[in-house]
């Protein structure tokens, strides 16, 4: 290169550097700027129709190749300074800043995809993108303040506002930022792009490198490679994030590893802070092994509480670790929730309704988030699914219809629930159209859907189980009459039944509110019994109904509502999980043991409905437990114990 080309390389380089570089990132960033404080003041104004990306100066820093030529670029940027580096992983807790390993959140939240964009929670992406972040209270605004900049996004919101010398534009994202878990989670990819930032992403590895200076291919495979070994190991898991991994991931190995390393961190320290948390987890880790005192875990979660630990989360923690040290090798548990109901009731959009209360949650889990100790430890969790996920509007002539949106079929598998029934007097609220759309998204989501002459046929640890479903309700689609239905039911039992095989019966009749069965059920459920069913729970009452045990074998005549949207009250809120555990004995499916969990519809703790069932303990448990033992004196072969997990605080 002859020394003019290298004179005009090197101007060139300088040039870059000066428009490339800008200050590394850093969580004490400066104080709301004067605009901000306006905008905090008076909500700006919406343009008519918001552009899809920013300008070009929001973009990131100036694009090499426009200053130097697209193939000078490349070997430039290899040679440029890209400031700090955020690097993590989809799916993985932790998280790369300029080469230090951290955790995202202390309750093991991670990044996910959302409508095609990467979502992490608002105050890790501030402090690590070097902006202040600032937010107002009931969830409006949230603002982000870097170099001068202030980009401000809401809860719910796809519009994303950019202030800068006093001047403001609104502009379109593809997701809006959400609650989930607790934490509100952000597009990052907007967010960076518009505080001047540059994003990458490797589809293989599920890498997203944010950077201060655009990187080079070579540089974004390096940081793709390293983001692809960081470690999802939790760093430093304090007994607050031991507890929330138990409760909701289960208490399997990897959360009494998680348990144990956080024991590990207290184990010398005399605080009495800490020997009340030692002797939580230490607790804890013995439930996990079937060594369970009533009486040891109440003092362990009263001692820990005054240190403030949440008392209904050490209540699941030890709820899911209760389940673990009763799971016998190469048994089947299988858990029974009633009806469940997402959508608008009639088509309303009340501010009350469960697409209502479910936008403003922000994810997909949240009807199930508070039950997660029992269906994330158990092999098949089944709910009655009643109503409809479809953009069909022409509904049937009756007094109620339920329509969700295909999305909510996502709802399922975030909380853990394999298998649906819809075999159900709402499967057909709008017509075979919306019955044929709800298959289909329910599949789509990998859900298990049973119903008339449709069972599913599953083998779980060497059991076969199958699953029937059939309905006896008017207003359904499905053939109804009281010989039709004993006769193809018992034909499905007879077709299906083998000794290998758990085959429950799963079905919709009885009278709404009463609770108590009428003769027909009682018959009806009996005959399946009688022709081999390993059990029969019944569903559509919305009330409990008693449970008996029939010739060895039980039968729940109305398990009642769950996370019911069907009703924005609450005014009977008692229901139930029913769990059941199975095991091969003399080349026979056996069962080993019947089990409830006592559960209130919402966790409100009033009359309103949230639609997020919770599970309850001490007097409020054992009330529901009463209750139920009293409808069972009605019965014929009605039970005279239950089994249940209770602790009294």
């Not at 902006?131 to 870097?146: D, E, G, L, M, S």
């Not at 399997?252 to 348990?259: C, E, I, L």
């Not at 009452?541 to 039968?555: A, D, F, N, S, T």
Request: glycine fraction near 8%.
């Amino acid at each position: 290169m002859n020394s003019k080309l290298r004179l005009l390389s090197i101007t060139l380089a300088s040039v870059l550097i000066a428009l490339t570089l800008s200050p590394s990132f850093t969580s004490d960033a400066s104080e709301i700027p004067p605009e901000t404080s306006q905008i905090l003041a008076e909500a700006a104004s919406e343009p008519e129709a918001a552009p899809e990306n920013p300008p070009a100066t929001a973009q990131g820093l100036s694009d090499p190749a426009a200053v130097v030529g697209a193939e000078a670029a490349e070997t430039l940027l290899e040679t440029t300074s890209v400031g700090s580096v955020l690097i993590l992983r989809i799916g993985c807790r932790n998280a790369l800043v300029n080469n230090k390993l951290t955790y995202i959140h202390q309750n093991g939240s991670v990044p996910y995809i959302q409508d095609g964009r990467t979502m992490l929670p608002f105050r890790f992406v501030g402090q690590n993108l070097g902006a202040a972040v600032r937010w107002t209270a009931n969830n409006k605004p949230i603002y982000f303040i870097r170099n001068g900049v202030t980009v401000s996004l809401q809860i719910g919101s796809t519009l994303i506002k950019r202030t800068e010398n006093q001047k403001t534009a609104t502009y379109k994202m593809d997701t809006s930022p959400v609650l989930k878990d607790g934490l509100t989670m952000v597009p990052l990819r907007a967010l960076s792009s518009h505080l001047g930032l540059y994003v990458s992403y490797d589809e293989t590895t599920k890498v997203v490198v944010v950077s201060e200076g655009k990187l080079s291919s070579k540089q974004k495979q390096k940081y793709f490679k390293q983001g692809k070994g960081i470690s999802s190991q939790n760093l430093t898991p304090s007994t607050s994030d031991a507890l929330h991994e138990v409760a909701n991931q289960g208490a399997g190995p990897a959360s009494q590893k998680t348990v144990k390393r956080a024991l590990s961190l207290i184990e010398t320290s005399k605080a009495a802070k800490d020997t009340a948390y030692r002797a939580l987890l230490e607790e804890i880790l013995r439930y996990c092994d079937g060594k369970q005192t009533r009486s040891r875990a109440e003092t362990a979660i009263r001692d820990a509480a005054k240190h403030g630990i949440d008392k209904n989360l050490a209540l699941r923690a030890f709820s899911a670790a209760y389940e673990r040290g009763h799971k016998t090798e190469n048994s089947v548990t299988l858990s029974f929730a009633g009806d469940c109901t997402f959508g608008h009731l009639n088509e309303s959009r009340s501010s009350t309704g469960f697409p209502a209360v479910f936008a403003r949650a922000g994810y997909d889990a949240y009807p199930f988030a508070l039950v997660r100790p029992w269906f994330y430890s158990d092999d098949l969790t089944v709910i009655n699914f009643e109503g409809t996920l479809t953009t069909s509007t022409r509904q049937a002539n009756k007094q109620f219809r339920f329509r969700g949106p295909p999305s909510y079929a996502k709802i399922l598998p975030a909380g853990s629930v394999e298998t649906a029934t819809v075999a159900n007097n709402h499967s057909y609220d709008y017509y075979q159209v919306g019955f044929t759309d709800t298959l289909r998204h329910l599949r789509d989501q990998k859900v298990g859907v049973f119903y008339q002459d449709n069972p599913v046929v599953q083998t779980i640890n060497g059991i076969r189980v199958v699953l029937i479903g059939d309905n006896n309700v008017t207003g359904s689609g499905f053939s109804l009459g009281a010989p039709a239905i004993k006769e193809r039911v018992n034909a499905q039992i007879k077709k299906y039944k083998r000794s290998d095989t758990v085959l429950i019966v799963v079905m919709h009749a009885g009278v709404e509110r009463a609770s108590a069965p009428n003769g027909f059920q009682t018959s009806l459920y009996r005959s399946f019994i009688d022709n081999g069913a390993d059990m029969v729970v019944g569903h559509h009452p919305h009330v409990l109904q008693g449970i008996e045990q029939y010739k060895g074998k039980y039968i729940a005549y109305s398990l009642g509502n769950f996370a019911f949207g069907g009703n924005s009250g609450a005014k009977v809120p008692d229901t139930l999980i029913l769990r059941a555990s199975f095991v091969m004995k003399n080349n026979d499916a056996v069962l080993e043991r019947a089990w409830i969990v006592p559960c209130k519809i919402t966790s409100t703790g009033t009359s309103s409905n949230n639609y997020q069932p919770m599970p309850v303990y001490g007097e409020s448990g054992r009330a529901i437990v009463d209750k139920l033992l009293g409808y069972n004196k009605r019965l014929s072969y009605g039970a005279t114990s239950l089994d249940y997990f209770n602790l009294y605080l």
